[in-house]
Structure formats: structure tokens, C-alpha cells
């Protein structure tokens, strides 16, 4: 869970991180309040979109590395770590499956 959990912020955090890693001084710091509740509950869709065009991303590799393996396979190249990459990219991709709506 820790890892879905980093993975989720990586997009939000990284602008407040590069910004304070540049200027320290822009960086701030705002507290907020706990135990309110919202009156509605609604769905961010610009907020999924980076995850969804990595899930993408991770899918094609996975699909390409696939067919690399059984139909385009030379004998030159490593198979052990093609497989490698595509059960880490397979991996990966299950950290943004949950995500999804």
C-alpha cells in the first residue's frame, strides 16, 4: 500500500518539490484542517490524466515487449532481460490499476 500511495503523489508533489529544491525560500508550508467533510462528493478527472497516459505508457511497453519476446526474438539479444523488463513494466502498471474510477 505504501507503494500505490507514493505513487499517486509522485504528480502532485513534483512542482512544490522542484520549487522548493531551486528556492527554498517559495517553499510554504499550509496546515489543513481535519475532520471536515465536504458536502458533495465529485470525481477530479484532471487529476487522474497524468496517471492514465503513464498506465498507457506502461501497457505499450508491456504489449511491445511481449511480441519482442515470441514473434521478433533474434538470437543476439538478451531474453532474460527483455522478460525482465516486461513483468517490471507489468508490475508497475498494477500500482495505477486501482486508481481508475
Known sequence: M???Y?????????????????DPKRGKFD??????????SFFDFNVLKPHLF???LLLAGV??????LFWFNTDD????VLLFNVIWASFSALFYWPQLP
Open 31 to 40: 496546515v489543513t484542517d481535519k475532520g471536515g467533510k465536504l458536502d458533495h
Open 63 to 68: 504489449i511491445w515487449g511481449t511480441i519482442r
Open 77 to 80: 539479444e538478451q531474453l532474460s
Open 6 to 22: 507514493e505513487t499517486v503523489l509522485t504528480f502532485h508533489l513534483l512542482k512544490p518539490t522542484l520549487v522548493t529544491l531551486f
Open 2 to 4: 505504501n507503494e500505490i
Open 54 to 56: 503513464v498506465l498507457a
